[in-house]
Each structure stands twice: as structure tokens, then as C-alpha cells.
């Protein structure tokens, strides 16, 4: 979205005034409170019309910011709060656009801020004029300059930290796009005084202190410097460090600077070298020594710095030494040479250390120079930028001070002129009547300084070019003669002084009443740093250094140029060339940045009142707010005056149609403004009372304030009905899909219902289906059984016919066979006898019968009883014969078979078979002992010595002897114990000892029960009350029960010619001493293999588990 233009002015949010034009009322308190309210806000730029007031605010502001920068750029010069940038800005589009030169004159006392606001033009114009590799190469050449010139040329003073001893003009060449080509430098009468000797609490130039502190070592040794201050004379001592200043960074920034701007290494060595070398000069001593002929000569005290210097720039040794000793003078041809006084070494030490260096620095200039020169020969515009020493009033004032104050003096003298110039000619350019101002000017006072006849400058170059003995006094003399009259110039001694007693003017000064105030020149000095002598041996000694630099710093060293001309004085030389900037400037478009100073201690947020009012009186800025309001106050151009004021006048709002001018015209006689108030120029309306402008600012503020109510009625109208439409919309968009939602519900409802509708009837039409089908298959099955049935009716019908038929063919048959045998009979019973029939038939029976043996003794079966083979009855009629054969035969060969057997044999099949009546179809475990012969003696006793004793103990044949497990009656245990039947008792023995445990006789056995399953548990019953009885019933378990049980029933049986009870059942009771307890079977599983478990439940059952 394009950004909205908004159109501001320098009226909006104001702090105070913004342009003391508009001060009202006018006087120097309402200024200074002007200023000092703005400078409090931090608003350290007013204008004066279009000259900007800059008072230093000594910290950093945040308002050089690249959005700051992009804020000014391109607006209005009063469209925005004051500011250097849009001075600048001003400054380069009327040089871009309207092809002016221009020049940006920079004022201000020592400290104000003049060095500051040049680089913060400088910046300004570099960010905002073309890009591109080349141009940001220039651009930054142009920047890098100033580190470079302020180490050289800058020092701290009383009054700033990085006071600027030295004037600078630089002029900033562009192209005809406005894109910079390059630049040159002028610089004016550096400081040099200041190098050999700098006032207290101050010091000499930066570059020492910075070669010192940042040098590394090898570098420093290269020079043949250490690293202390103190070690050199030419550096003040008791201010070396500056606060927050950090000469070793400062020096790394200054070489890289150097290296931008296009220094060679080379070149940087030498500057350094030379540097080296005029501090080390200052280290040179020298000693009196009387000579023969009663003058008084000099030596060096100590040779070793000599000789250093000497190796620094390839200097011959004895010829510098010589030069230190001897001065010669040469006049037409003769050469006359004459020794030097200790004070006279010393004066020609310094003055080679001042020129070394003020030509170094000059040197400096003219290499930048060569650096950023324009490459291009087209035509340039150019913008020059002025940053002057200031204004200086110090304790002492010297000859500097002098020539810095005359320089002040004319730049204030082209402020007034030109402002003067500029408003008047503006005017004229209106077309709006001129009326006369009243202002000081200096004009008197540079009369005073610059008159080729009568001025100071004149005179001292007079008194310098005298023959005869010249002093400062003699100067001094001359000053009180030629300008005792002059208003501005004061001195004790001059022809009817005013100032005859006024002790505050010693006799060795002069007083100049300075546009910026007076100030106090001591004499002294000033003929010889006017003549600015350097003795002609010193600068050939230089000439013939092997130095390069050091040798072209001094050309006039060399004897082939030799000129016996005099140099011209410092005094004439600065004159010219403050002349020729002068010149320069007049050509060129000026704005001003006037600087002020708040405050003597470079303190922030300090503004003192007294301070600040001396310099706004020297500076004359009240009067240039006069001269600027003399006619009128306030002038702007139509458009932009329509532009903020048409909303004051219906005819004019929103829109103008016509030319500017004319809506203004209508505005103002809309608004009844006095005539007298305003006038129409050509392209401006000029206001001629501020308060006519804040009437209008105050009229337009509260028409802003309702419109902005208007606006906020109809914003908050149209805020409300979109929010209303908007809603509205939601609305649809709600409601459709609500009901989007709702149909989709009751679809989807009427869908399952329909799916339910659809399924029942599905259903019941499949149901009727079903029943259709059914009833179809019932009506088939139905036809196929009645089918079946008829046919079956058919065919019994059939069949019986067929029967029917049969049995008639047969009954025919057999009554044919009758009547056949009817007829025979009665045919042939003539030939038989009565009886015979009978005979026949027993005979043909006979015959069967005989026939039938005979068969049957061919087919009789094997003779093993168990062989079931019998063969077929071959007739009817022998059936029940047939059986009785088959029994017979069976007994027979029964009877055969056992005819065959042992006694032995047939005890043990009466035992099998006597186990058979007990035990066949009613114990499980009886089917598997049928093919076990029964062995009785299971362990043979006799044969075992461990069982002696028990042998022993019975005497009678034993019948059984086993091993078996007798059931602990109280858990269910089992314990081995070897059964003993004998013929009369039982008996249960230890297995290991073979001791006899209990002997029960047959007689006191009642009965033996068991289960009917497949198990070995037996419990044997006494009789109640018998001696074996005490313990209870045995209830033991036995692998061949069967054998055991047949064997005791038979022995009881024959011992005791009673029966044994053998009770055959899944539950039994065995009395166990008094109590009787529960044994019973039950399925277990087959956890333990085939081996039945017993356990104790309670105290009246015991389970046994068989698998
Ligand atoms: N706009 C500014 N913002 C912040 N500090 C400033 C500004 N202007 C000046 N200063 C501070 O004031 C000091 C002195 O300023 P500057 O060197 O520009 O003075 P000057 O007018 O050039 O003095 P001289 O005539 O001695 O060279 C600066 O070193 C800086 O600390
Ligand atoms: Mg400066």
C-alpha cells in the first residue's frame, strides 16, 4: 500500500518555538528561555528563518539515526522539527536540483560543536546522494578524511577536548545527478606554536599521543620512540590523558582511515617517521660554551638524540649539529656566518619542530587532496563546508588567537552581509516593498585588522620588514600611534587613551573590541611568529636529508633555488587567504549553522543563562531575527500555506481549485485578517506579525479538532455499520449453515427411517417370499410323497398282484402237485402197500440224520475249550439237535482238558476260578489278573536271613507273602509292610526289621471291603472286641488284591467253615480304634501316573484318588 502523505509542519508539536522568527515577544530573555526550554526537551536545533542554531549537547543524541536520516530526507525545510539534517538536505537538493553552489558556514566559539555538525552534514549528504561502488568509494574517502586531518591538526585545550587548530574548507564536487566525484580541502594557519609548548591543562596534537599509546613495539622501536609521555619535552605532562578518549583505538582508527583514503605504507612510515623525529627534536639540550673571542656559543648536551634523529631522516649528522650552531646570512653575495647562543639553538630547535610539522600537516592536505580529487573533467557543483577554529578568548592571546579572531570576525562579517543580502533580495524577488534595518556591523572592526594601510595586520607586517632593531614593542608603539583612535581598538599607551587607568589592560597588550567581545593580545611573539623565521641552514640541512618526505617539505632548501626574497609574513598569508575565501563564498549559496555552547564545563544538560547570552549577543542572532522580521515575520509559499490552512475557509475545503495564490487570498479575507497583516509576494504570502500566524495556527488547530471529531463521527459510523454488515453477513453464513446442518440431520433421520421402512417391508415381502417358497416346497414334497405314496400303492398293489399271482401259480403248483400226487397215489395205491409211506419217510429221515453225523465228524472244531467255532446247521429240523451237540462236544473237551491237569494245576485254576465267582463283573481290577498265575510267596522269607527271626516265629506253611502299604488311618501315608497269610492267621511284619507288627487270626477277620475300580485299597474288618481289634481295621493296599482276597476267603473258608464277606463298594467304613471313618473312591486325575493317591479330608473321611 503506498505510504499516505502526511503533511507536517515545523508548527506541529513544537517545543517553544522552532523558528525564533515567531518568538514573540522578542527579546534576548524570551531567546535564551526559547533556547533553553528547547535544549531541555533535547531539542538542540532552532531556527532563525533558515539559519539553523545548534547548541552542543555534549552526549550522544539519538537523532543521527539512518531512519532519522531517511525521516528528512526529501521534505520541506519547516516540515518537520528543526534539524541539521534538513539544512543539509535544503542545501543538497537546491544544489541537485537548481544547480547552486553551495557553502555551509559553520560559526561558533571553541567547543560549540562546529567540527561535529560538518561531519554530520558530511554523513548526511553521503547517505542520501547516489549509490554504487565507485560513489561509495569517494563518499568514503571524502568521511575518512576527517580522522586523518583532526589527529594531525586537532588537540585538547582548556575548551575541548578536540579543539580544531587548524581552519578547514572542504569542498564536496558532484556530478550534474548529484552523485559525489571527489573533493579538496583548504586548510588555514595551523596551530604550530603548539607543538613546542602547549598552555597548562592542555596538549599538543593528537598524533604524538596516539603514536605512543598505540604503536606496537616494533613499530615504536622502528621510530626509535618509547612508550612515555614523559620522556619528551614537547609533551605537556600534566594533561596527557584525556577522558574518554582512547588514544590507542584513536590511532588504529587513524591508520585504517589513512589506509582508506589511499596512504601507501611507504608514505605512512615516512609521516610517521617525521613525527618521530619532531618529538625527538624537542629532546634535544643544549649547553653554553664561551668561546675565544667572548661570544657565546652552544653545544648539544647530549648527542645520542641527534643521532637518532639524524638515522630517522638520513640526515648528516655534523650538518644538522652545524646548523644548530651556526646561522649564516647571506646578503647580495656575500655570506656571512655567525655562531648561535643557547637561546637562539633552542629557537632554531622549535622552529624547525613548528615548520617540520605545520609542513607535514600542510603536506597531509595537499596528499588527501591528490586522493579525492574529482577524477572527471565535467562541470561540477559544488559544496563547500566551513569548519573554522572558532572564536577564542583565552587568559592569554597570542598572535593565534588574533589571526583566529580576524578570521571569525569576517566570516560574521559574510553572515550579515549575506543574510542581509539574501532577505533583501528576496524581497525584491516578491516584489514586496524594502524597509531599512538597523544592525551591527563589523565591518569596522575588520576595517581595523585587514586596511592595507592602517590595519594591525598592515602595521605588523610594517614593523617586520623595518630595518633596525624590530621588537614587539616597537609594534606595540606603532599600534597606539596609528590606531588610538579606533573605536574598537584599546591600549594603555596610546595617544589620549581612554584607557590610561585601567590597570585590567597591562602595557604589553592591546585591546580589540571584537564583534564577539574584547579581547586581550599580549604583544609578545607576534613580530616573530608573523616573520615565522626558520634560519636558512636548518632548511637546507632538511633539503639534504636522504628522507624524501623531510626533503620536500623543504624545498627551499635547496641551494639552486636559492631566493633571497623575503617569505611573505604569516600575518599576509592568512589574510589572502582568508580573502580568497571570502571570494570563494560569496559565489556560493550560504547556510548557516551557528553553534553555541551551553556550558564551559563540556557538561550535558547544563545551560548557563550568562554563557549562552554572550555568545547570542556576538553572534547577533537577535538582530537577525529582527532583520528577518523587520518586514514580516513569516513567509511561506502558497501551496503549502493553502495546503495547512484551507480547512479554515468552506471555500477552500477540501479541495481549491484555482491557483494557490487565490485560495489563499480567499482564506484571508474569509478569516477578516487586517490587511496591514499580510502581503502578497509572487510565490510567497509574507505574514507580518507572529501572532497573526499563531491566530491561525490556533484557528486551525481547533477546526483540526473538529474535523477530527467529524472524522471520528463518520469513522466511528462507517466502523459501525461495517460491524453491523459484517455481522449481518455471519449472519447468512451462520444461519445457512445452521440450516445446512439441520437439513442434513432430518435427511439423515428420514434416511434410517426410510431404511427402517425399506427393511420391513424387505422383510416381509422375503417373509412372504419365504412362505411362498415354503409353501411351493411343502406342495413338491407334498406331490413327491403322494407320488411316493401312489407308486408305493402302485407298486404294493403291484407286488401283491404279483404275490397274488405267485402264491395262486404256487397254490396252482402245489394243488397241481396234489392232484399230481392225488392222481399217483390213486394210480399207484393198487401197487403199495399200506404202511409204506411211513417206511419211506423214517427211512429218508434215517438217511439225513446218518448223513448229518457223518458231516459233522468231518467238521467238529479244535478241542481248546475256548474255541467258539461251531459249524452251520445244515436242516431245520435239527436244530435243537445241533445245540445239544455243540454242548456236549463243549463238555466234553472240557472234560478232556482237565483231564490233563496236575494236582498242583487244579488247585490253581479252583483259586482262579473261585477268584472269578468273587471278583468277574464286579471289581474293575479283576479282567487284569485273570492271565497272573497266582504265586502266593512273593518274597521268599526262608531264603532272606534278614527275615530269619520272622521265619522263625512262624511255623506253619505260609500262603502269602508280600510286601504291601499299609494306610496311616490319621493322613493317608503309606508304609511298607510284608503281609504274612498263613493257615490260621495274618500277619503284618516290618519290611526292614521283619519284627511282626500285628497277628490277626482268621477266626477275628469279619470281612474285607474294596472298591469296584482299579485300584489295590482293601480294608481288612476285625471282629469287635478280638485281641487284634485294640488298634482298629487294616486298611492296606496290595498289587495282586485279587490273588490275596481269593486266598483269604479260601483259607477262612477252610479253616474256619464260614464264608469271608467280601464287600465289594465305593464307600466303606473302617473302624480306626474308636472311631469309624469314611473310605472313599473317587475319580482322580492322572497326575501321579496310574498310581491311586490317598488322602486325609477330615476326621471322618479319607479319599482315595483313582486315575
Ligand atoms: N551534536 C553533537 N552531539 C553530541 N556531542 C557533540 C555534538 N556537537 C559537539 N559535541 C561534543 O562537543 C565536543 C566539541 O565539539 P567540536 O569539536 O565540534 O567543537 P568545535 O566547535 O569544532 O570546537 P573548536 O573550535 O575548538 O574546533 C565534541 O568533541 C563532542 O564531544
Ligand atoms: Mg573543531
Redo the contacts with the bound molecule.
Keep these: 500500500m503506498a505510504k499516505m502523505e502526511v503533511k507536517t509542519s515545523l508548527l506541529d508539536n513544537m517545543i517553544g518555538v522552532g523558528d525564533m522568527v515567531l518568538l514573540e515577544p522578542l527579546n534576548e530573555d524570551s531567546f535564551i528561555n526559547n533556547l533553553k526550554k528547547r535544549f531541555d526537551h533535547s531539542e538542540?536545533y532552532t531556527y532563525i528563518g533558515s539559519v539553523v542554531i545548534?547548541i552542543?549537547?555534549?552526549?550522544?543524541?539519538p537523532?543521527?539515526t539512518p531512519e532519522k536520516v531517511e525521516e528528512y530526507r526529501n521534505r520541506n525545510f519547516y516540515e518537520l522539527s528543526p534539524h541539521?539534517f534538513a539544512l543539509s538536505d535544503e542545501a543538497y537538493r537546491s544544489l541537485r536540483d537548481q544547480d547552486k553552489d553551495q557553502c555551509i558556514l559553520?560559526t561558533?566559539?571553541?567547543?560549540?560543536?562546529?567540527?561535529?555538525?560538518?561531519?554530520?552534514v558530511m554523513s548526511y549528504v553521503a547517505a542520501v546522494c547516489g549509490k554504487g561502488a565507485e560513489v561509495n568509494q569517494v563518499k568514503e574517502q571524502l568521511l575518512q578524511s576527517n580522522p586523518v586531518l583532526e589527529a594531525f591538526g586537532?588537540a585538547k585545550?582548556v575548551?575541548?577536548?578536540?579543539?580544531?587548530?587548524f581552519g578547514k574548507y572542504m569542498d564536496i564536487e558532484f556530478d550534474f545527478k548529484g552523485d559525489p566525484l571527489g573533493g579538496v580541502i583548504s586548510n588555514y594557519l595551523l596551530e604550530k606554536s603548539r607543538v613546542v609548548k602547549q598552555p597548562r591543562g592542555e596538549r599538543n596534537f593528537h598524533i604524538f599521543y596516539q603514536i605512543l599509546s598505540g604503536a606496537s613495539e616494533d613499530f615504536l622501536c622502528k621510530l626509535k620512540l618509547e612508550r612515555d609521555f614523559c620522556r619528551y619535552n614537547y609533551l605537556g605532562l600534566d594533561s596527557a590523558k584525556v577522558n574518554?578518549v582512547d588514544d590507542a583505538a584513536n590511532f588504529r582508527t587513524v591508520r585504517n582511515a589513512m589506509q582508506i583514503v589511499g596512504f601507501m605504507d611507504h608514505e605512512t612510515q615516512s609521516i610517521f617517521e617525521v613525527v618521530a623525529a619532531v618529538l625527538k627534536l624537542g629532546n634535544i639540550e643544549f649547553k653554553p660554551e664561551s668561546r675565544v673571542n667572548g661570544l657565546d656559543e652552544s653545544k648539544i648536551k647530549d648527542k645520542n638524540e641527534l643521532k637518532e634523529i639524524c638515522e630517522l631522516t638520513g640526515i648528516d649528522q655534523s650538518v644538522l649539529e652545524r646548523a644548530f650552531s651556526f646561522r649564516t646570512v647571506e646578503a647580495k653575495q656575500e655570506k656571512v656566518s655567525t655562531t648561535l647562543n643557547v637561546a637562539q639553538a633552542y629557537y632554531a630547535r622549535d622552529a624547525l619542530a613548528k615548520n617540520l610539522y605545520s609542513r607535514l600537516f600542510s603536506w597531509l592536505v595537499a596528499r588527501i587532496n591528490e586522493s579525492i580529487k574529482a577524477q572527471s573533467k565535467v562541470r561540477k557543483k559544488v559544496m563547500g563546508v566551513l569548519?573554522?577554529?572558532?572564536?577564542?578568548i583565552f587568559e592569554d592571546n597570542s598572535f593565534e588567537q588574533f589571526i583566529i579572531n580576524y578570521c571569525n570576525e569576517k566570516l560574521q562579517q559574510i553572515f550579515i552581509e549575506l543574510t542581509l543580502k539574501e532577505e533583501q533580495e528576496e524581497y525584491i524577488r516578491e516584489g514586496i516593498e524594502w524597509t531599512h534595518i538597523e544592525y551591527f556591523n563589523n565591518a569596522i572592526i575588520c576595517d581595523l585588522i585587514e586596511n592595507n594601510q592602517t590595519g594591525i595586520l598592515a602595521m605588523l607586517d610594517e614593523e617586520c620588514l623595518r630595518p633596525g632593531t624590530v621588537t614587539d614593542d616597537t609594534f606595540l608603539e606603532k599600534l597606539n600611534q596609528v590606531c588610538a583612535t579606533h573605536q574598537h581598538f584599546e591600549s594603555r599607551m596610546s595617544k589620549c587613551s581612554r584607557f590610561l587607568n585601567d590597570t585590567s589592560l597591562p602595557h604589553s597588550c592591546f585591546r580589540i573590541q571584537h564583534y564577539a567581545g574584547k579581547v586581550m593580545y599580549q604583544v609578545e611573539g607576534f613580530v616573530d611568529k608573523n616573520n615565522d623565521l626558520l634560519y636558512r641552514d636548518l632548511s637546507q640541512a632538511m633539503w639534504k636529508a636522504s628522507h624524501s618526505l623531510i626533503k620536500a617539505l623543504f624545498p627551499e632548501g635547496n641551494p639552486a633555488k636559492i631566493n633571497l626574497k623575503r617569505p611573505p609574513t604569516a600575518g599576509s598569508q592568512f589574510k589572502a587567504s582568508v580573502a580568497t575565501l571570502m571570494k570563494n563564498l560569496q559565489t556560493k549559496n550560504p547556510n548557516y549553522i551557528r553553534?553555541i555552547?551551553p556550558n564551559d564545563k563540556?557538561a550535558a544538560h547544563v545551560f548557563n543563562d550568562a554563557l549562552v547570552c554572550h555568545q547570542i549577543r556576538y553572534l547577533g542572532l537577535l538582530e537577525n531575527v529582527r532583520v528577518r522580521r523587520a518586514g514580516y515575520a513569516f513567509r511561506q509559499a502558497y501551496e503549502p500555506c493553502l495546503e495547512r490552512y484551507k480547512m479554515l475557509c468552506k471555500q477552500t475545503w477540501p479541495h481549491w481549485r484555482g491557483p494557490a495564490r487565490a485560495g489563499v487570498e480567499v482564506l484571508f479575507n474569509e478569516l477578516e485578517i487586517p490587511e496591514e497583516e499580510f502581503s502578497f509576494g509572487r510565490s510567497k504570502i509574507f505574514i507580518r506579525n507572529p501572532r497573526t500566524l499563531f491566530k491561525l495556527e490556533d484557528l486551525r488547530k481547533q477546526r483540526l479538532e473538529d474535523l477530527a471529531t467529524l472524522i471520528e463521527k463518520i469513522y466511528r459510523g462507517w466502523k459501525c455499520r461495517t460491524r453491523f454488515l459484517l455481522m449481518k453477513k455471519s449472519q447468512i453464513v451462520i444461519a445457512s449453515w445452521y440450516r445446512r446442518y439441520a437439513q442434513q440431520k432430518k435427511y439423515q433421520k428420514i434416511k434410517s427411517s426410510a431404511i427402517i421402512v425399506q427393511s420391513y417391508i424387505r422383510g416381509w415381502k422375503a417373509r412372504k417370499l419365504l412362505r411362498e417358497l415354503k409353501h411351493q416346497k411343502r406342495c413338491n414334497e407334498a406331490a413327491t410323497i403322494i407320488a411316493a405314496y401312489w407308486h408305493g400303492t402302485q407298486a404294493r398293489r403291484e407286488l401283491k398282484r404279483l404275490k397274488e399271482e405267485a402264491r395262486r401259480k404256487h397254490a396252482v403248483a402245489v394243488i397241481w402237485a396234489y392232484w399230481l400226487g392225488l392222481k399217483v397215489r390213486r394210480e399207484y395205491r393198487k401197487f403199495f402197500r399200506a404202511n409204506a409211506g411211513r417206511k419211506i419217510y423214517e427211512f429218508t429221515l434215517q438217511r439225513l440224520m446218518q448223513k448229518y453225523f457223518l458231516e459233522m465228524k468231518n467238521k467238529v472244531p479244535s478241542l481248546s475249550p475256548i474255541d467258539k467255532n461251531w459249524p452251520a446247521r445244515p436242516y431245520l429240523f435239527l436244530d435243537s439237535t445241533h445245540k445239544e451237540l455243540k454242548r456236549i462236544f463243549h463238555l466234553w473237551r472240557c472234560k478232556k482238558y482237565r483231564d490233563q491237569f496236575t494236582d498242583q494245576q487244579k488247585l490253581i485254576y479252583e483259586e482262579k476260578l473261585e477268584a472269578s465267582e468273587l471278583f468277574k463283573d464286579k471289581k474293575a481290577l479283576y479282567p487284569a489278573s485273570v492271565g497272573q498265575p497266582f504265586q502266593g510267596a512273593y518274597l521268599e522269607i526262608s531264603k532272606n536271613p534278614k527275615y530269619k527271626k520272622l521265619k522263625d516265629a512262624v511255623d506253619e506253611k505260609i500262603i502269602i507273602a508280600e510286601v504291601v502299604n499299609k494306610i496311616n488311618r490319621a493322613n493317608g501315608k503309606a508304609t511298607s509292610r510284608i503281609l504274612l497269610l498263613t493257615k490260621n492267621n495274618v500277619l503284618l511284619a516290618d519290611q526292614k526289621s521283619g519284627n511282626i507288627k500285628s497277628e490277626v487270626p482268621l477266626g477275628d477277620v469279619t470281612k474285607v471291603s474294596m472298591s469296584s475300580q482299579n485300584d489295590g485299597f482293601f480294608a481288612v474288618h476285625l471282629k469287635e472286641g478280638s485281641g487284634a481289634a485294640g488298634k482298629g481295621d487294616f486298611l492296606l493296599s496290595s498289587d495282586h488284591l485279587i490273588e490275596m482276597a481269593t486266598k483269604l476267603y479260601r483259607t477262612t473258608l477252610s479253616q474256619t467253615k464260614q464264608k469271608l464277606n467280601i464287600e465289594i463298594s465305593d464307600e466303606f467304613l473302617v473302624q480306626f480304634r474308636q472311631d469309624k471313618v469314611c473310605v472313599k473312591f473317587i475319580q482322580g486325575s492322572q497326575k501321579n501316573g496310574n498310581i491311586p493317591t490317598c488322602k486325609r479330608k477330615n476326621n471322618r473321611l479319607l479319599e482315595v484318588a483313582v486315575p
Excluded: M, W
Excluded at 561558533?108 to 554530520?120: F, R, V, W
Excluded at 575548551?159 to 587548530?165: E, H, I, K, P, V
Design positions: 538542540v545548534s552542543n549537547p555534549y552526549r550522544s543524541l537523532i543521527y541539521i559553520i561558533g566559539e571553541s567547543g560549540a560543536g562546529k567540527t561535529e555538525a560538518s561531519k554530520l586537532n585545550t575548551r575541548n577536548d578536540n579543539s580544531s587548530r574518554g569548519d573554522i577554529y572558532g572564536f577564542e553553534c555552547k563540556k
